[in-house]
């Protein structure tokens, strides 16, 4: 299969995907009735003036698409991070891009003042928490299997350089040693 080599790219395609597995959590999460409002009705909640505008077939696709344009954007916020930080502990990563990324959207959404439709319910805002942890872990994996590996820094070869230079340094400082004697300093050789 061939990679994506470039990092926008990756970040939207991967976001997408991820935010759709968000959005497919959320709504069986919200048919089961373990969360009140789903996350499409809240983000749909910032633009509309009411809850029956949010609940109407144009709210459910204005919040479709409000949370899809917001995952894409976490997505590519997420390759950055991993072209820093190294594909390495991906679950980890992915838990905490996807748990941070997340809490601060909702959090967001939540503080408009016209949005009347955000969740109030210990419930609702916790299946947002598991909806944005499955987006984050979904959305590291792809980008870490999609991505062209130059995109990445690669921490064993850097760990080796880093090993090869203090090696190299060692060398040469007892090179001078045994030149100079241990206790002389080079430079008087000069004077």
């Known amino acids: 299969m061939k990679k994506i080599n470039d990092s926008q790219t990756l970040g939207i395609v991967s976001g997408l995907v991820?935010?759709?597995s968000m959005v497919i959590f959320d709504?069986?999460?919200y048919k089961m009735g373990i969360s009140k409002r789903s996350y499409g009705q809240a983000a749909s909640?910032?633009?509309v003036a009411s809850k029956k505008q949010s609940d109407?077939?144009?709210?459910?696709i204005l919040g479709l698409v409000m949370s899809l344009g917001l995952a894409t954007l976490g997505g590519v916020v997420m390759t950055r991070q991993l072209q820093k930080a190294g594909t390495d502990k991906l679950v980890t990563k992915g838990l905490f891009y996807g748990t941070t990324y997340g809490g601060?959207?909702?959090a967001m959404m939540s503080g408009f003042p016209k949005n009347k439709i955000k969740p109030k319910d210990a419930t609702s805002n916790l299946s947002y928490v598991g909806s944005h942890m499955l987006y984050g872990l979904i959305t590291t994996q792809l980008i870490a299997r999609?991505?062209?590996q130059s995109l990445f820094r690669q921490k064993e070869t850097q760990s080796v350089n880093a090993y090869e230079n203090v090696s190299l340094?060692?060398?040469v400082t007892m090179n001078q040693e045994n030149i100079y004697g241990a206790n002389t300093n080079p430079t008087h050789i000069f004077h």
């Open 169 to 171: 340094n060692n060398q």
């Open 27 to 29: 709504q069986i999460s």
């Open 104 to 106: 601060f959207v909702t």
């Open 18 to 20: 991820g935010g759709l």
């Open 146 to 148: 999609l991505g062209d």
């Open 45 to 47: 909640g910032i633009w």
């Open 56 to 60: 109407s077939r144009g709210g459910d």
